[in-house]
């Protein structure tokens, strides 16, 4: 199956910082989707971004699916940010992997 | 708009019990229904997913279960829990073909 790498495990910024969280994965996909968990486990769709850049506020995406690539961008970063930032690809939809994901923490 | 919903919130249940964990989803039809595992500090696993009424497929195997009785139900089942078993459940939602998937707030089960 497609394997999904997550970079870095764990990344502590300021409030006010920006930051890059990357996503690599092995194989050709038509799905990816990037998630933030907060504290209480929920899962909150971000972006679903297949290919190609998109921005909501702070955060955006870009996807460069010919180098098997997603970069997630948090600029301005608020305590509210932190929390668990999961990359989730799949080919087909009903077989999305998720990456072990990206720990944020932002310190006041 | 759409809603997902999954209950119980929390669940402890001792070894060899039997587990019965719901999800239902409301403001779409013909949904695909999945269920995921996530252990602790971990990402999630995907464990059965369903394209309709009675049609399951699982993942990996495991001492789980599956069904999905009515078009937006699905429902996650052991006859005998396992200690690791333990971890938290995630229902998701998606339309087949590509597109997101939604997930609901989970269940979170500690087997005792």
């Known amino acids: 199956g497609i394997q999904v790498e997550q970079s870095p495990p764990d990344l502590i910024l300021q409030e006010g910082a920006n930051s890059t969280l990357r996503c690599n994965f092995s194989d050709s996909v038509n799905n990816l989707q990037w998630f933030h968990q907060n504290p209480w486990g929920q899962l909150i769709n971000l972006f679903y971004i297949p290919s190609g850049t998109k921005q909501n506020g702070r955060l955006s995406a870009t996807t460069v699916a010919t180098e098997r690539y997603s970069l997630l961008y948090i600029s301005s970063s608020q305590t509210t940010d932190s929390g668990v930032y999961f990359c989730a690809v799949s080919y087909n939809n009903n077989d999305m992997r998720f990456g072990a994901g990206t720990r944020l923490t932002v310190k006041p | 708009s759409q809603t997902i919903h999954q209950w119980p919130a929390t669940l402890v249940q001792p070894v060899g019990s039997p587990l019965s964990l719901e999800c239902t989803v409301e403001g779409t039809s013909n949904p695909n229904l999945y269920w995921y595992r996530q252990a602790a500090g971990r990402g999630l696993q995907l464990l059965f997913y369903?394209?309709?009424?009675?049609?399951i497929s699982s993942e990996v195997p495991q001492n789980l279960s599956a069904s999905r009785p009515q078009d937006r139900q699905f429902i996650l089942s052991s006859k005998k829990l396992l200690l690791s078993d333990s971890g938290f459940y995630l229902c998701?939602?998606?339309?087949?073909?590509?597109?997101?998937?939604?997930f609901g707030p989970g269940t979170r089960l500690t087997v005792t």
């Open positions: 369903s394209v309709g009424i009675g049609q």
């Open positions: 998701a939602w998606g339309h087949g073909g590509g597109g997101e998937q939604y």
